[in-house]
């Protein structure tokens, strides 16, 4: 028994992810976006994962360029929300359109650190690590909503409290006498 809970356990856990297997096995988890700013020649051609929200696309001549702020991931490689390290550029060969990678969406990606490149936010020079990616994937920010249900949706205490099947006072108690069900208790200061 304990070794198919364990078995289970291990099959739920391994189909939780949105990047391939082979390619979380060829990335470094522990390479972050300030390590590579501040250390760039060190990083030139790490294979990391990181994640944000997209600030804008631009299609080049043979590429196309993705500006993202970095958030932290989820245990499924989502971004998350939640403090960020700072920015960084997707350059991925060919063409993606820019209306389907457009700001505020999400964005995973697992990719090769090309270059560091410097350049200017408002008056500011900015160190820009550029990915050139191996798998990218894109999420619609309004589909987090839809992914855990509101555990009140039956009330703070079901399946107990005065909605649920189990509550002795609860119109659809399956044991004993069925009772008129009352809202409150019947106390002197209720009408």
């Not at 522990?30 to 994640?51: H, K, M, R």
């Not at 992914?147 to 399956?174: E, I, M, N």
């Not at 069900?181 to 106390?187: A, E, G, I, L, R």
Request: proline share 12%; charged share 25%; aromatic share 16%.
């Amino acid at each position: 028994m304990r070794t198919l809970v364990l078995i289970l356990a291990a099959a739920v856990l391994a189909g939780c992810s949105v990047m391939p297997k082979n390619v979380l096995r060829a990335v470094d988890r522990d390479i972050t976006l300030d390590q590579v700013q501040a250390n760039p020649e060190q990083y030139i051609g790490s294979n990391v994962l990181w994640g944000g929200i997209v600030l804008g696309a631009e299609n080049l001549e043979d590429a196309t360029e993705i500006e993202v702020i970095e958030t932290g991931l989820a245990f499924d490689e989502r971004p998350r929300d939640g403090a960020s390290r700072g920015r960084f550029l997707i350059r991925a060969p060919g063409f993606l359109d820019t209306n389907i990678y457009s700001k505020d969406k999400r964005v995973t990606v697992a990719g090769t650190v090309k270059a560091v490149e410097r350049r200017r936010i408002g008056r500011m020079e900015y160190p820009y690590p550029v990915l050139e990616p191996i798998e990218l994937r894109l999420f619609d920010p309004t589909e987090d909503k839809y992914l855990y249900q509101d555990p009140y949706f039956y009330g703070p205490f079901y399946p107990y409290g005065p909605y649920g099947p189990f509550h002795p006072f609860g119109p659809y108690y399956p044991f004993g006498p069925r009772r008129p069900f009352y809202p409150y208790p019947p106390y002197p200061f209720f009408p």
